[in-house]
């Protein structure tokens, strides 16, 4: 059976989305590289739970108010994604895991490796919102 991630795309008003650089270590996957927030679901944890955890875990954050986005099969897990339209302040968030976090406009991001094989994910999202962002994709 393949392991099961829960990950967020965060846009802001400028139709922006928020991405963490990963921490530099060898020890574990795609380091130094931009990600998704999210992580690994664990035993007994719907998708949902994860995301609210791992959000406060990592970004000290109280997830509410977010809604599905996709799920997605790759060859080593199954990623469900979740979004939330948010202003957040970067230079506010206290990151537990990662190096930073940066605000990526579309071309962007379309220009820059993401860790996990997001990059597909990414661009799905920009594609489904269009010109309407504020409508709900869900």
């Known amino acids: 059976m393949k392991r099961q991630g829960a990950s967020i795309i965060f846009v802001n008003n400028q139709n922006q989305v928020l991405l963490i ?11 130094n590289m931009w990600d998704v927030p999210g992580g690994h679901v664990e035993t007994n944890e719907t998708v949902e ?10 970004l000290g954050l109280t997830l509410t108010d977010f809604h599905l986005f996709s799920t997605w099969e790759f060859k080593d ?14 230079n506010q968030i206290h990151l537990t895991e990662g190096q930073k976090l940066k ?11 993401l860790a996990y094989g997001f990059n597909e994910i990414i661009n799905d999202f920009f594609n489904r919102r269009g010109m309407n962002p504020d409508e709900p994709i869900y």
């Not at 739970?49 to 990592?58: S, T």
């Open 49 to 58: 739970q994860c995301i609210i955890r791992e959000m406060a875990e990592e």
């Open 103 to 113: 605000w990526f406009a579309e071309n962007e991001v379309s220009q820059t490796e």
């Open 77 to 90: 897990r199954i990623e469900t994604v979740f979004w939330k339209k948010a202003d957040l302040n970067i």
């Open 21 to 31: 650089l990963r921490d530099d270590r060898p020890d574990i996957p795609y380091p």
